[in-house]
């Protein structure tokens, strides 16, 4: 194991949007510490604690089969390397286009084909290296970071140098509080290095960002991080305004921030500038479904669907080398189910559920989506019998996934005893994350203030809160919990947590209407009309509290909103609302 895993780890869990590895120093003659940033598709096999993983997801063999000049629109990067060879260049300026586009499969074999063509070229190796983190393998990641260190500090240019020192891996973590402070120190001497000696480079601005993003001071907040790493993104923006990559992590950044409409800009930019990406797609519709345009997302997630097909037919590659494939069509799930096409949603949970993952651990982001499709319906010995299965899989993300599906269902079900078993269990896979991270000396205190740990630990309470809330509707102390849980479910804002905050705050109000506290019914209602004020679940809750409370106008108000937004939903489920 090494500290680039731990910090792997360390980085996902404070909403990771993008790109690869920095280093820090004090001193030139000083051993390195070294943190690798990381792509958002990594979840599981991060939060499954698979920190030591000495091969790819996908088979080396593919990784280094040779790609030539790609025939197809992804988007252009001009990055100039140190390198004699025209052509090496050209594979590594396409490699970083893959790389900016999340495509790592391909990124890796355009650099593969990039350090056969000059194998002396550092910057190339270094990518190569960052490339193979995000495909999970942390052995090769370091053997090619460790070859680019050696051959920029011979080659003596001082950008590379400072570039390619990240991936030169210290394999002991700092200890504590004082270590992380130390790491926090390095990791900012590179940051204000780059920017003053490199102002006029887009690429150390882009590292800057995700510096201010990853690694935020001991009294920063999440928010704060997001803020700054956006304002870098923006100074990168002015560097270079055509640099596709960075309108790229200007969309997630402003997802982050709830800036919903200036994300949606640059979804728009980046499938001008990658029409032959899906993600590009997919991202355009990601902000389309939180502005109201939800048949725009359909067709926009249908659209990156169809081209990963197509390239799966073209690179002759198995879906499943893909993370992206299994992610967007739940993505497309999601949008069929806030329109009330349960029909439509349903086939393609249980596609899902067939799909083999990409990796392992990566089981129970794929197969989430359905059993807590069931919540929603009601389907509650559905909902447990999928979770029964999850709870077999890898990974603790996986076994979170599963105990939060059946406690939930088994709380709706008002079966107390396995309701709170389940939230046990959750219990002990956070802790066992708390004492993973804090082991390796990363800050308790900055791991469980992350909205990644809040996310869980709120589904967690809402299980204990739920059951007592069935037992004594007007207990205030719950009331207070009930609110605290749906504050954080608004705080989750992208790029994925939002459309899954909005399901679960739709459950919330179903839990409260159910105990009959019209109050807390209300406030459910409200809290999901403010992360949504489009969604036609939102309406239907707050007119049948409306209706309890003799409101008869306002319920006839809200439902005619429900209909409407719910017009082209299936039979069977307008007629279960009474439409």
Same mark, same amino acid.
């Given at each position: 194991?090494?500290?680039?895993?731990?910090?792997?780890?360390?980085?996902?869990?404070?909403?990771?949007?993008?790109?690869?590895?920095?280093?820090?120093?004090?001193?030139?003659?000083?051993?390195?510490?070294?943190?690798?940033?990381?792509?958002?598709?990594?979840?599981?096999?991060?939060?499954?604690?698979?920190?030591?993983?000495?091969?790819?997801?996908?088979?080396?063999?593919?990784?280094?089969?040779?790609?030539?000049?790609?025939?197809?629109?992804?988007?252009?990067?001009?990055?100039?390397?140190?390198?004699?060879?025209?052509?090496?260049?050209?594979?590594?300026?396409?490699?970083?286009?893959?790389?900016?586009?999340?495509?790592?499969?391909?990124?890796?074999?355009?650099?593969?084909?990039?350090?056969?063509?000059?194998?002396?070229?550092?910057?190339?190796?270094?990518?190569?290296?960052?490339?193979?983190?995000?495909?999970?393998?942390?052995?090769?990641?370091?053997?090619?970071?460790?070859?680019?260190?050696?051959?920029?500090? &011979?080659? /003596? +240019?001082?950008? *590379?140098?400072?570039?390619?020192? $990240?991936?030169? @891996?210290? %394999? !002991?973590?700092?200890?504590?509080?004082?270590?992380?402070?130390?790491?926090?120190?390095?990791?900012?001497?590179?940051?204000?290095?780059?920017?003053?000696?490199?102002?006029?480079?887009?690429?150390?601005?882009?590292?800057?960002?995700?510096?201010?993003?990853?690694?935020?001071?001991?009294?920063?907040?999440?928010?704060?991080?997001?803020?700054?790493?956006?304002?870098?993104?923006?100074?990168?923006?002015?560097?270079?305004?055509?640099?596709?990559?960075?309108?790229?992590?200007?969309?997630?950044?402003?997802?982050?921030?709830?800036?919903?409409?200036?994300?949606?800009?640059?979804?728009?930019?980046?499938?001008?500038?990658?029409?032959?990406?899906?993600?590009?797609?997919?991202?355009?519709?990601?902000?389309?479904? &939180?502005? /109201? +345009?939800?048949? *725009?997302?359909?067709?926009?997630? $249908?659209?990156? @669907?169809? %081209? !990963?097909?197509?390239?799966?037919?073209?690179?002759?590659?198995?879906?499943?080398?893909?993370?992206?494939?299994?992610?967007?069509?739940?993505?497309?799930?999601?949008?069929?189910?806030?329109?009330?096409?349960?029909?439509?949603?349903?086939?393609?949970?249980?596609?899902?559920?067939?799909?083999?993952?990409?990796?392992?651990?990566?089981?129970?982001?794929?197969?989430?989506?359905?059993?807590?499709?069931?919540?929603?319906?009601?389907?509650?010995?559905?909902?447990?019998?999928?979770?029964?299965?999850?709870?077999?899989?890898?990974?603790?993300?996986?076994?979170?996934?599963?105990?939060?599906?059946?406690?939930?269902?088994?709380?709706?079900?008002?079966?107390?005893?396995?309701?709170?078993?389940?939230?046990?269990?959750?219990?002990?896979?956070?802790?066992?994350?708390?004492?993973?991270? $804090?082991?390796?000396?990363?800050? !308790?205190?900055?791991?469980?203030?992350?909205?990644?740990?809040?996310?869980?630990?709120?589904?967690?309470?809402?299980?204990?809160?739920?059951?007592?809330?069935?037992?004594?509707?007007?207990?205030?102390?719950?009331?207070?919990?009930?609110?605290?849980?749906?504050?954080?479910?608004?705080?989750?804002?992208?790029?994925?947590?939002?459309?899954?905050?909005?399901?679960?705050?739709?459950?919330?109000?179903?839990?409260?209407?159910?105990?009959?506290?019209?109050?807390?019914?209300?406030?459910?209602?409200?809290?999901?009309?403010?992360?949504?004020?489009?969604?036609?679940?939102?309406?239907?809750?707050?007119?049948?509290?409306?209706?309890?409370?003799?409101?008869?106008?306002?319920?006839?108000?809200?439902?005619?909103?429900?209909?409407?937004?719910?017009?082209?939903?299936?039979?069977?489920?307008?007629?279960?609302?009474?439409?």
């Amino acid at each position: 194991m090494n500290y680039l895993s731990i910090l792997k780890l360390w980085a996902f869990v404070l909403i990771p949007v993008f790109f690869g590895t920095i280093y820090f120093f004090k001193e030139e003659e000083e051993k390195p510490a070294v943190i690798t940033f990381l792509g958002e598709n990594n979840l599981d096999q991060l939060m499954g604690i698979t920190l030591c993983r000495e091969m790819a997801y996908v088979p080396e063999d593919f990784l280094t089969k040779p790609i030539g000049v790609s025939n197809v629109q992804i988007g252009s990067i001009d990055f100039p390397i140190s390198t004699a060879s025209r052509e090496a260049q050209e594979m590594f300026n396409q490699g970083m286009a893959y790389y900016y586009n999340f495509d790592y499969v391909q990124a890796a074999r355009s650099f593969h084909d990039g350090v056969r063509l000059d194998p002396e070229a550092a910057m190339i190796w270094n990518a190569l290296s960052v490339t193979y983190t995000n495909l999970a393998d942390t052995v090769k990641s370091k053997e090619f970071g460790t070859k680019a260190f050696e051959l920029a500090r &011979k080659s /003596g +240019n001082r950008f *590379e140098y400072l570039y390619t020192k $990240s991936n030169f @891996l210290a %394999l !002991e973590p700092p200890s504590g509080m004082e270590g992380y402070q130390a790491l926090y120190d390095s990791v900012y001497a590179v940051k204000d290095a780059l920017i003053s000696e490199f102002p006029d480079n887009v690429e150390s601005w882009v590292l800057a960002a995700e510096i201010r993003l990853y690694f935020r001071g001991l009294e920063e907040s999440e928010v704060e991080g997001n803020i700054a790493n956006l304002e870098m993104l923006e100074k990168a923006l002015a560097t270079d305004p055509d640099h596709f990559g960075v309108w790229h992590l200007l969309i997630h950044s402003n997802e982050s921030l709830s800036r919903f409409e200036d994300a949606l800009k640059y979804g728009k930019m980046y499938t001008e500038a990658a029409p032959d990406i899906p993600h590009a797609w997919h991202m355009y519709g990601h902000d389309l479904m &939180k502005t /109201g +345009n939800i048949d *725009e997302a359909i067709i926009k997630f $249908s659209i990156a @669907l169809d %081209l !990963e097909k197509k390239k799966y037919d073209r690179e002759d590659m198995p879906y499943h080398y893909d993370w992206h494939y299994p992610h967007n069509l739940e993505l497309l799930a999601y949008c069929y189910q806030y329109k009330g096409q349960f029909e439509n949603a349903k086939a393609i949970f249980v596609q899902l559920d067939t799909i083999q993952a990409f990796q392992e651990e990566s089981e129970g982001k794929i197969r989430k989506g359905h059993p807590f499709f069931l919540l929603q319906n009601g389907e509650y010995d559905e909902a447990i019998y999928l979770a029964d299965k999850l709870a077999k899989g890898e990974g603790i993300n996986t076994k979170l996934v599963a105990n939060i599906s059946s406690g939930l269902a088994h709380m709706m079900k008002r079966d107390e005893k396995n309701a709170m078993k389940s939230a046990g269990e959750i219990q002990i896979l956070l802790d066992s994350l708390v004492n993973e991270v $804090s082991k390796y000396g990363i800050p !308790e205190e900055m791991f469980t203030s992350s909205s990644y740990f809040q996310f869980y630990k709120g589904l967690q309470d809402l299980i204990e809160n739920g059951l007592v809330l069935q037992k004594d509707p007007d207990n205030k102390e719950i009331k207070e919990k009930i609110e605290t849980f749906q504050k954080q479910m608004l705080s989750q804002t992208g790029p994925d947590p939002w459309i899954e905050s909005l399901y679960f705050l739709q459950l919330l109000s179903n839990i409260t209407y159910s105990t009959g506290n019209m109050e807390l019914a209300e406030s459910s209602a409200k809290a999901l009309l403010e992360h949504d004020p489009e969604f036609g679940g939102g309406h239907y809750a707050m007119a049948r509290v409306q209706k309890r409370k003799n409101n008869e106008a306002a319920a006839s108000e809200s439902m005619a909103k429900a209909k409407l937004a719910y017009q082209d939903g299936d039979g069977e489920f307008l007629k279960s609302l009474g439409f």
